[in-house]
């Protein structure tokens, strides 16, 4: 079974520019959830969705958002880019349909801002 | 709020001597208690779940961990530490709200000696 792809795997952008960040999750998994790592904030929850609907939001400027489509894909878009927003983010997903149901990490996107 | 506190950013041993990493939980509810590892450029890998199943909890590469409510804790060990166990360990932690949110602590990273 393949696991979840996070694509693309290197980034680089420009200050004011926007991205955007696709995550295919595990086949049959309904939940994907999106993390940011840096190495001052360590790792902080973004947004989790299930069934194209967000469940969950951390505690992230409106610049963040995201998406889930039907298939379960899911997509997060950043906005006016700031250098803080450099860090690698990390897709995970599971079957949701249980709250410890163990979560499944891609191998993240490295967003590098200048 | 639930959190968790790892003690040690950075633990050494020698390949063949005990691994134990540290974590303690904040949780005013039965929390639901992870260890993840992560290698240098990838995404986390699951080693083992706490869900109240059994306090004494088996992972994956010969990983294990104690649930101790009376001390908050669930530590993480290992009998014996292989070369490859180096990598960055990570405690996580999550309560029954109906979705799916990890908090993370801040990261062990395990270094081990010939």
């Known amino acids: 079974k393949a696991g979840v792809t996070q694509t693309p795997r290197y980034l680089i952008k420009t200050r004011g520019q926007q991205v955007t960040l696709s995550c295919s999750p595990i086949s049959g998994h309904r939940s994907v959830s999106w993390y940011q790592q840096t190495p001052g904030q360590g790792l902080q929850f973004l947004f989790e969705?299930?069934?194209?609907?967000?469940?969950n939001k951390g505690n992230f400027p409106g610049r963040f958002s995201g998406r889930q489509f039907s298939n379960s894909r899911s997509e997060m878009n950043v906005s006016t880019l700031e250098l803080g927003d450099s860090a690698l983010y990390l897709c995970a997903s599971s079957l949701g349909a249980e709250t410890n149901s163990p979560l499944h990490f891609g191998n993240g996107t490295r967003l590098t801002v200048t | 709020a639930q959190s968790v506190t790892q003690l040690g950013s950075h633990v050494s041993v020698s390949e063949g001597a005990l691994v134990l990493l540290r974590c303690n939980y904040s949780?005013?509810?039965?929390?639901?208690l992870f260890w993840y590892v992560q290698y240098p450029n990838q995404g986390l890998q699951l080693l083992l779940k706490y869900t109240s199943a059994a306090t004494l909890v088996k992972g994956i590469n010969g990983f294990e961990a104690e649930f101790k409510k009376s001390e908050t804790s669930f530590h993480l060990t290992k009998p014996s530490a292989h070369m490859s166990d180096a990598a960055e360990y990570f405690c996580?932690?999550?309560?029954?709200?109906?979705?799916?949110?990890?908090?993370f602590g801040t990261g062990t990273r395990l270094l081990v000696s010939p």
């Open positions: 996580a932690v999550s309560t029954s709200t109906g979705f799916q949110k990890l908090v």
């Open positions: 969705y299930f069934s194209e609907t967000q469940r």
């Open positions: 949780s005013s509810v039965p929390p639901y």
